[in-house]
């Protein structure tokens, strides 16, 4: 049988390129979780609050996008509740129902790039943006660094459960001790190893390196990048005093 790493390739390839992603990251950042463009944008705003749960429905990532909505509902509730609560309330409210519904949906786009995104095609992508190697080894190192804490976490919390350690049980004043410092101690060696795998693969070299994963923009790609241009263009007009809606 004829191994195809083409056809390999195309089946792991992500529903838009990183280079999309990134960019709607980006747009993301500053006018959902940034506030950019206040009032006016908002319409734009709550397209772009359902793009990352639209795309992470495409790419059936189920546990991330009804965690997702779950917080976002939690927020907008605690927004719509706001009035009807005494005043102590009525700002703490506020505040836990501005802070989720503006920074859950940018964290979900990170999660959705993180989970979707394989470390070649990441730097591929920087590769091709003509980045600096100054940029690109950092936060290739730190794009494997959080799903691998991750794991840790769970090893250590599966280790604490084997030995009856848990929050409110007989040992909660341990959990300190045998938790947080063992994770302490794993995210210091996961660094370091990180860091010696991404030189051991080339990525300090002078020479340029090659890549086997095959990234570029497909019809979604430039639907995605003109929906952003588009956002970047009515915040523009919006400032220049011309009203869209």
């Not at 802070?99 to 999660?111: Q, S």
């Not at 794009?143 to 030995?163: C, D, H, N, V």
């Amino acid at each position: 049988m004829e191994y195809s790493s083409k056809q390999s390739q195309e089946k792991r390839r992500g529903f838009i390129d990183p280079r999309t992603k990134l960019a709607l990251i980006l747009i993301l950042a500053l006018f959902v979780m940034g506030g950019l463009g206040g009032e006016q944008m908002q319409p734009l705003k709550m397209i772009l609050s359902a793009l990352p749960f639209a795309l992470l429905l495409a790419e059936k990532q189920w546990t991330r996008f009804f965690r997702g909505v779950c917080i976002l509902v939690c927020g907008y509730a605690l927004l719509w509740i706001m009035p009807y609560l005494p005043a102590v309330l009525s700002y703490f409210a506020l505040f836990c129902g501005g802070i989720l519904t503006r920074f859950v949906v940018t964290i979900m786009m990170g999660e959705y790039v993180i989970a979707t995104t394989s470390v070649s095609e990441f730097i591929s992508a920087m590769e091709k943006l003509c980045m600096p190697q100054q940029v690109t080894i950092p936060l290739s190192v730190m794009f494997r660094l959080f799903p691998t804490i991750g794991a840790e976490w769970k090893s250590i919390r599966r280790a604490m459960r084997m030995r009856g350690i848990h929050l409110g049980g007989a040992k909660a004043g341990q959990v300190v001790e045998y938790q947080m410092v063992p994770m302490m101690t794993s995210s210091v060696r996961i660094g370091e190893e990180l860091s010696a795998s991404a030189l051991t693969r080339g990525l300090g070299a002078p020479v340029k390196r090659t890549n086997i994963c095959r990234i570029g923009f497909r019809a979604q790609d430039y639907l995605m990048l003109v929906g952003c241009l588009f956002v970047v263009c009515a915040w523009i007009l919006e400032m220049c005093g011309v009203r869209l809606w």
